[in-house]
């Protein structure tokens, strides 16, 4: 079998990561590994070793240690039985990066991080819409959002920096309407693909 191809997707909470992903596995044929969606997953799983630890986390907005992480993203790419990934959500802090490149790295080659580049007014709008919606997602609430927010700027950013030192990551504008983002979306991956 072939080394599992991947891409990091990040970006702020509601910057519209997981639409993208949707659009990206349609087009393009990824699996999409949102590293919050195996996280609540694992969490409701009846006498999961792991629950009660992640849903305490989740709720304090922090990020849930990173073995659990890495344990959980490389289980679903060997269950998958496919070559591309999408990692939606991960690494988001300094620890995601180096339990990854101590776990997983040498077995996989990363092609980029996708990074959605939005301002954080727009983001948190857009997160209480979707929890007013009803998302069911137990972070969708202002004081949720706002430690979220504190840690994408405290952890997750300079997770992007690191990467844009090495040449790895591809910005795409955010702000726009879904289409025209994917339009965007599509020429990077159209390149990688070519």
Known sequence: MSVPKVVFVLGPPGAGKGTQ????VEKYGYVHLSAGDLL???RAKPGSQFGELIENYIR???IVPVEITCSLLE???ESSGKEKFLIDGFPRSQNNLDGWNNTVAKRVKLLFVLYFDCPLETCTERCLARGAAGSGRSDDNVESL?????TFLSETDPIIQH???LNLVETVDATKPAEQVFQSVSDIFDKIEA
């Open 21 to 24: 992903c949707q659009k990206i």
């Open 40 to 42: 609540r997953e694992e």
């Open 60 to 62: 304090e907005g922090k």
């Open 75 to 77: 289980k679903a790419m």
């Open 146 to 150: 706002n430690k979220r927010v504190q």
């Open 163 to 165: 990467y844009k030192k």
